[in-house]
C-alpha cells in the first residue's frame, strides 16, 4: 500500500496514501479500538454542517479566504450528501472529550478541499485541518452542538411511530369499548371493566410521552457554539458569535439559540440527561403495555386468554403449535437496554469536572442507541402486534361472571361484610354472587340487574382524550 507521512505533536506517522483521514484520525483508531462501531452517520452529518457553517460565517467576516472556504464548503457538501463516509474511521468511543472526532471531520474536509483546490491529499499547506476548517471552533462547542442537532434530528422518528401506535391503540379501544371483562389488581380478581377502557388507558400514557418527547426539543436547541475551548469564546470574535448559530439554522433548518451563558453550557450536559429521561420513561411505559398484552394472551387454554395476539412465527424447536408473544418480548428488551443506557448516559453527565465534560462520546453512544432501538421497537410493536389484536369475547364473559368481582358493586346496598360473606361462599361453591344474593332474598332480580348493569358498573366513563394523531 502507498503510504503518506503525515506529523503531528506527538510526532510521525505512515498513513494511507489515498486517505482522507489523516494522522490524528489513524492515531484514534488505534487508541480506541472499543466498539468496533463507527460514529452515528447522522451525527457525523451534523458534525459537518457545523464545519460548512463556520466555514460561510468565517467568509463572511474575511477571516478565510473566498477559494479555501470555497473548497471546504463543497467538500462538506460532499459529506453531508453521504459521500466518503467510510473515511470516519474513530471510533464511537473515545477519549478526548470529542476530539479524535472532531479531528477525524477536520482531516476528511481538509484532504477533500485540498483535492478540489488541485492539490494532493495530505499537504496542508493548501488547507490546514485545524487552521481552516477548525477556524474559530473547538472540540467542545462542535461536539455538544453536533450531539444536540443529532438529538433534533432523532426525535421526529420516534415521535411518528409513537403516534402511530398511539392511534392504534385509540382505534382499538373502540372496536372493544362493548366487551366487558374482569378487572384486575395485582393478579387478582378486582371489578368489572369493559376491555376498551384499558386499550384507551394505554393511548392515554402512549400521548403523555409523545407530549414529553416533543417538550425535550427546547433542552437541545441551545448551542455552545461559540464558546470555544471553554466558554470564554477565545479565537472567536464577536461577528463569528454574532453569526454562527443562525447560519447553523439555515444549513440545519433548525431555529436553534445561542446558549445564554457559554460556560454553563459547554461544562454541562444535563439536556441530554433530560431527554435519556424521557426516552426511559417513554420504554417502562412500553414494557408494562407489553407485560399486560403477554398477560391477557396468555394460553391460550392455560391462561387468560381474553386476546389474541397475531401469531409472528413458531414459539419452540420441541413443542408443536407453541406460539409465543415474541413482539411484546423483544419491546420489553428493548426497554431493559434503554434503561441501562440511561444509567451511563446518568453518569457520563455526573462525571464531568470544571469547565469541560471529558465523556460525551459514551454519552452520545447511548443515548443515540436509545433513539434507534425505541423507534425501532415501537415500529414493530404497531405493525407486528397491537393492529393485528383481536378480542375472545366469550372467554371475557366467562371469567367476569364466575369471578367474585361483582360482589364490590353489592357493598353499598347490603354491606361490606355480608358481601365479604358472599364472595367467599362462591369461591368455595362454585355458586355466582348473584345467585347467591337471590337465595338468601338480599335484593330482588330487578334490583341486582340494575346494580350489576354493566354500564353501571363501569362508569364513570374516563373521558376520551381530544388529541387524535393522523398520520399519514
Do not use: W
Not at 403516534?163 to 382499538?172: A, C, E, N, Q
Not at 414529553?212 to 466558554?231: F, P
Not at 334490583?447 to 393522523?470: A, C, G
Amino acid at each position: 500500500m502507498e503510504m503518506r507521512i503525515e506529523a503531528d505533536s506527538i510526532g510521525s506517522m505512515a498513513v494511507p496514501a489515498d486517505a482522507y483521514y489523516g494522522v490524528q484520525s489513524l492515531r484514534a483508531k488505534k487508541n480506541f479500538n472499543i466498539t468496533g462501531k463507527p460514529l452515528h452517520p447522522v451525527f457525523i452529518r451534523n458534525l459537518v454542517r457545523i464545519k460548512k457553517a463556520a466555514a460561510i460565517t468565517n467568509q463572511s467576516i474575511h477571516m478565510l479566504e473566498d477559494r479555501i472556504a470555497d473548497a471546504i464548503i463543497s467538500a462538506c457538501n460532499e459529506i453531508i450528501s453521504g459521500k466518503l463516509q467510510e473515511q470516519f474511521i474513530v471510533d464511537s468511543i473515545q477519549g478526548g472529550a470529542g476530539t479524535s472526532a472532531n479531528m477525524n471531520a477536520n482531516e476528511v474536509i481538509a484532504n477533500r478541499a485540498v483535492e478540489i483546490l488541485g492539490g494532493e491529499k495530505g499537504d496542508y499547506s493548501l488547507i490546514h485541518p485545524n487552521d481552516h476548517v477548525n477556524m474559530s471552533q473547538s472540540t467542545n462547542d462542535v461536539i455538544p452542538s453536533a450531539g444536540k442537532l443529532t438529538v433534533l434530528e432523532l426525535l421526529p422518528g420516534i415521535i411518528y411511530e409513537l403516534k402511530r401506535l398511539h392511534s392504534s391503540l385509540l382505534y382499538k379501544s373502540r372496536e372493544f369499548d362493548r366487551i366487558l371483562k374482569t378487572g384486575r389488581t395485582q393478579l387478582q380478581d378486582a371489578v368489572p371493566m369493559r376491555l376498551g377502557q384499558a386499550f384507551h388507558a394505554y393511548a392515554s400514557v402512549i400521548a403523555r410521552d409523545i407530549e414529553r418527547l416533543e417538550k425535550s426539543r427546547e433542552e437541545v436547541s441551545s448551542l455552545n457554539m461559540g464558546g470555544t475551548a471553554i466558554g470564554s469564546a477565545i479565537n472567536a470574535n464577536s461577528a463569528y458569535l454574532a453569526l454562527i448559530v443562525p447560519n447553523i439554522n439555515k444549513i440545519c433548518a433548525t431555529s436553534c439559540k445561542q446558549a445564554e451563558d457559554l460556560f454553563d453550557s459547554t461544562q454541562n450536559l444535563d439536556g441530554f440527561v433530560y431527554v435519556s429521561g424521557i426516552l426511559k420513561t417513554c420504554a417502562v411505559n412500553l414494557s408494562k403495555l407489553c407485560n399486560d398484552l403477554r398477560l391477557l394472551s396468555s394460553g391460550p387454554k392455560a391462561g387468560i386468554a381474553e386476546i389474541n395476539l397475531p401469531a409472528k412465527q413458531n414459539g419452540s424447536s420441541i413443542m408443536p403449535g407453541k406460539i409465543n408473544p415474541v413482539i411484546p418480548e423483544v419491546v420489553t428488551q428493548v426497554a431493559f437496554l434503554i434503561i441501562g443506557n440511561d444509567m451511563a448516559v446518568t453518569m457520563a453527565a455526573e462525571a464531568g469536572q470544571l469547565e469541560l465534560n471529558a465523556f460525551e462520546p459514551v454519552l452520545f453512544y447511548n443515548l443515540f442507541e436509545s433513539f434507534e432501538t425505541l423507534t425501532g421497537a415501537v415500529s414493530t410493536l404497531v405493525d407486528n402486534c397491537v393492529t393485528g389484536i383481536t378480542a375472545n369475547e366469550e372467554r371475557c364473559r366467562e371469567l367476569l361472571e364466575s369471578s367474585v368481582g361483582i360482589s364490590t358493586a353489592l357493598c353499598p346496598y347490603i354491606g361490606y361484610l355480608k358481601a365479604s360473606e358472599l364472595a367467599k361462599k362462591s369461591l368455595q361453591t362454585g355458586i355466582p354472587v348473584k345467585e347467591l344474593v337471590l337465595q338468601e332474598s338480599l335484593l330482588s332480580e330487578k334490583q341486582l340487574d340494575e346494580i350489576l348493569n354493566p354500564e353501571t358498573m363501569t362508569k364513570p366513563e374516563h373521558r376520551r382524550n381530544k388529541i387524535v394523531y393522523h398520520v399519514n
